[in-house]
């Protein structure tokens, strides 16, 4: 039984993987995976246990768990939005767009409109009007950076006058909350949280007559979270921003009327209406209107796509002129923007190699760094008798003792590579596969669907006498009502045929061709059994493809030539990716040699598989996986094997295909081949982040540790190798998305 809860007041990452941990030790729970970006947790029980644990007791339970873990956590289950319908705009308003609970720009009804539920109004008057301004202020996001002001203007004059009263009252107002917490957790027997080190650490500097340092170290520590804070923030709504294609409402048509509800409520077979500007909020096919939609935030293709009567539309399209209805193919549940969103949420819960690393270190790292504080402050002091150095050395272990900027930044680093990846139309299913991306030395393509558009068309015409234009009408009026795909490509070929020119009277002789009777004469257009079977003298041509030769009254008129397609951006991908430093690509099919080694040649290929049955392809790639580390790129249909077999399988084409959703650990929501190489680019980029975090967290921490042994840190240095460490990390993952300094710096700011 799967249930998914929104966590509030979750801000220590460290906290949550602590959370994550516990919650997995649970006998009933089968696993529990904690998304500390997207403040969502999902929690597997057990099937024998689900009977025991409906969702408000198994909430309830979970939320007194994470609360003896960091005090004032809310579990809230996430509410089931079938039942929900948004309240239309009020009279007096012209936006044409309004959010989930019927807002729009002009916000002037708000306290009108708004969400209901089975038709009760929930009314959103202002929270002022109801509560006192003291209560309403404690509660506001201002009290912490007020009291954080008051405290250093506090410390900066009870330093200057020398005044310990004041230094105390400006520890009570910025560090207040610690303490408490740091009692409580001592009384739960927890003393190993970063509450509890702080509170020791601080305390400890007074004792030891080190009134400005301890005020100074709880002031910047409360800074650097504050700080760090709104920093993850920021990166966790810019990463959702990048990835921002969930619909907000529908406008579905009902009784005549139109209604605006959530996209939960609208049932298969209704009908919605989506104007200019508007997300589609379910796929569906168009019955009415024309325009053109906006398909990047699905595919990362610029380029817009034509919807006019009887295109296949999907959510999370976004309409750009006109108005467009819809009837409905599928439940919001099963449309492709719920599965997309649901691929990169779960993303988080495969973890990659580095998190799993930093997850398992952040367990043994505070215990010993404590453990190394307490030898540091007795040991040394019983040897020397020089305790308030050596005590004042164990502070500075006690203050850097917490691996926040690791836990945080490591994590971040790849859910912002992610996001990046969704940005160029890749979708990944977790942090594992765009770290083994970096392993990556040999790429293994399918051919058709994949390298080839997998649809036939006429790649040359020979003709013995005639024009090419004339055989090639000659041969469309043939072919006109054949249902074969080469026929079909012939026709295609050519254009749209007049009524007058389909001929009518053939005969469709099967592996062999056509014949037609027009009149006394007699067409013939097929294979070289047709020219064999009617005695026609013709040339066999040795061109690469399927051949359709053309006669006309016993006499050889020419030959059309129809192959599968090479897709426009197969050969630069590939060198594409062999410039990115993949060092060798195998190509499997099951075509014939001959197409076989043309195409590979063509497009850079190095070595090439024909001939192959489905069994044989796995054989193939297990081959390839002995001398080194394999991606699979396949269309997702009929590979679904040698997907899995890869080290990580590719998926071609993944808009609305659910078998390349299924199949696959990286899902290319194009037919470009080109993606690939950008998702590598992505992976490289991400790993370089990532270990730059670890590098300079560890390393700044151990200086710092080494520092204090010696006596040369300070407690102000304790504290940037602490916060100051952490909120650097958490500005530098989000370069993944490509941001730069300036952009960091206003994140900061809350701009």
């Known amino acids: 039984m799967k249930y998914i809860f929104r966590i509030e007041n979750l801000d220590c990452a460290n906290c949550g993987n602590k959370i994550e941990v516990r919650l997995n030790k649970e006998p009933y729970i089968k696993e529990a995976i904690l998304n500390f970006m997207l403040k969502k947790l999902t929690i597997h029980v057990k099937e024998e246990e689900a009977e025991h644990y409906p969702e408000e007791k198994l909430r309830k339970d979970i939320e007194k768990l994470a609360d003896e873990i960091e005090k004032g956590i809310k579990i809230l289950s996430v509410v089931d939005e079938e039942e929900v319908y948004i309240a239309p705009p009020h009279e007096d308003c012209h936006c044409d767009v309004h959010d989930h609970e019927g807002s729009c720009e002009c916000h002037t009804h708000n306290s009108e409109g708004g969400l209901s539920r089975n038709g009760q109004k929930l009314t959103s008057a202002p929270k002022a009007k109801r509560d006192n301004a003291i209560k309403n202020f404690l509660e506001s996001e201002k009290l912490e950076p007020t009291l954080l002001i008051v405290s250093i203007i506090l410390l900066a004059i009870g330093a200057v006058l020398d005044q310990s009263i004041l230094l105390i009252i400006a520890y009570i107002c910025v560090g207040y909350d610690v303490v408490i917490n740091a009692a409580k957790n001592f009384v739960k027997g927890k003393m190993l949280d970063e509450n509890f080190l702080m509170t020791i650490a601080t305390i400890a500097a007074f004792a030891i007559g080190e009134y400005p340092e301890a005020v100074a170290v709880m002031v910047f520590y409360k800074i650097g979270e504050y700080l760090q804070g709104k920093a993850v923030n920021y990166s966790r709504k810019e990463i959702e921003k990048a990835m921002d294609i969930r619909p907000s409402f529908a406008r579905v048509i009902r009784n005549g009327k139109e209604q605006v509800v959530s996209p939960e409520a609208v049932l298969k077979g209704e009908i919605i209406e989506v104007r200019a500007g508007e997300k589609l909020p379910l796929d569906g096919v168009v019955i009415e209107g024309t325009s053109t939609l906006d398909t990047s935030m699905l595919t990362g293709e610029a380029l817009p796509v034509v919807a006019q009567l009887g295109s296949k539309v999907l959510s999370g399209s976004i309409n750009k002129e006109g108005v467009i209805k819809v009837e409905v193919t599928t439940s919001f549940k099963n449309s492709t923007v719920s599965k997309i969103l649901e691929l990169i949420e779960n993303a988080s819960s495969k973890k990659s190699k580095s998190e799993n690393f930093i997850t398992k270190f952040a367990r043994w790292y505070t215990p010993i760094v404590v453990g190394l504080a307490v030898l540091t402050a007795i040991v040394p002091s019983l040897i020397t008798g020089n305790w308030q150095h050596w005590v004042y050395s164990s502070i500075i272990f006690l203050v850097i003792s917490c691996p926040c900027a690791l836990v945080v930044s490591v994590p971040l680093g790849f859910f912002a590579g992610i996001g990046a990846a969704a940005q160029v139309g890749v979708l990944v299913k977790g942090s594992n596969y765009l770290e083994e991306l970096n392993t990556i030395d040999t790429v293994v393509f399918d051919k058709t669907g994949t390298i080839t558009k997998g649809e036939f068309g006429v790649s040359q015409i020979i003709t013995q006498g005639m024009a090419k234009e004339e055989l090639l009408a000659l041969a469309a009026r043939i072919e006109a009502k054949s249902n074969h795909p080469i026929a079909k490509s012939i026709v295609s070929a050519y254009g749209k045929l007049k009524d007058e020119e389909i001929i009518g009277e053939y005969k469709e002789i099967s592996g062999e061709g056509i014949v ?146 299924e199949a696959s650990d990286i899902v290319l929501m194009t037919d470009e081949l080109s993606s690939i190489a950008d998702v590598m680019s992505i992976a490289k980029r991400t790993r370089k982040i990532v270990t730059q975090n670890i590098v300079f967290a560890l390393g700044v921490k151990v200086i710092v540790l080494v520092l204090g042994i010696l006596g040369i840190a300070n407690m102000w240095l304790a504290i940037f190798a602490d916060v100051g460490v952490s909120l650097l990390a958490v500005i530098n993952s989000i370069r993944v998305l490509g941001k730069n300094v300036g952009y960091a710096l206003r994140m900061v700011r809350g701009k």
């Open 516 to 661: 037609v009777n027009q009149g006394d004469s007699v067409l013939l257009a097929g294979n070289e059994k047709l020219m064999a079977h009617y005695q026609i003298d013709y040339k066999q041509e040795e061109e690469i493809g399927s051949h359709v030769y053309v006669a006309r009254d016993g006499q050889y008129l020419g030959c059309i030539v129809v192959a599968d397609q090479i897709k426009a951006d197969s050969k630069a991908a590939i060198a594409k990716l062999k410039a990115g430093g993949i060092k060798k690509v195998i190509m499997l099919t099951g075509d014939k040699k001959e197409n076989a080694y043309k195409i590979g040649n063509e497009v850079g290929i190095d070595t090439v598989h024909a001939e192959l049955l489905p069994q044989d392809k796995v054989t193939k790639l297990e081959e390839a996986l002995k001398n080194g580390k394999v991606a699979f790129v396949g269309d997702g249909i009929n590979d679904a094997p040698v997907l899995a077999r890869a080290d990580v399988g590719i998926a071609m084409g993944g808009v609305g295909s659910d078998a390349a959703i």
